[in-house]
């Protein structure tokens, strides 16, 4: 996916640390933590556990990692991951330093 501006419903990834597939589910986890400490609704907060929930399960991370090598973790990388105009979740690389 080419690279572009994330938008405020994105979730945006450092993958300095960890691969996509580590940091994604990482993500996952806090927000998850976060939709329930918070009291109410977040539309955004569930918009984006909805989002990266169908990434993590709907991605092959090997392949991904395989033809990405940047995505495999210990790169000054960052990656948005959010929703296409088409309505599927896609990602880009927004920063690489």
């Known amino acids: 996916m080419a690279s572009a501006k994330p938008s405020d419903a994105d979730i945006l990834l450092d993958l300095s640390e960890h691969c996509i597939e580590m940091a994604s589910k990482r993500e996952y986890r806090r927000l998850v933590n976060e939709a329930l400490q918070m009291e109410g609704e977040g539309t955004t907060l569930e918009d984006k556990l909805t989002t990266l929930q169908e ?12 033809a990405r090598p940047e995505l495999s973790g210990g790169w000054a ?12 979740v896609g990602w880009s690389i927004v920063d690489a330093l």
């Open 77 to 88: 990388v960052k990656v948005s991951i959010g929703r296409l105009p088409c309505g599927r």
């Open 55 to 66: 990434f993590i399960e709907n991605t092959d991370f090997r392949q991904l990692r395989s």
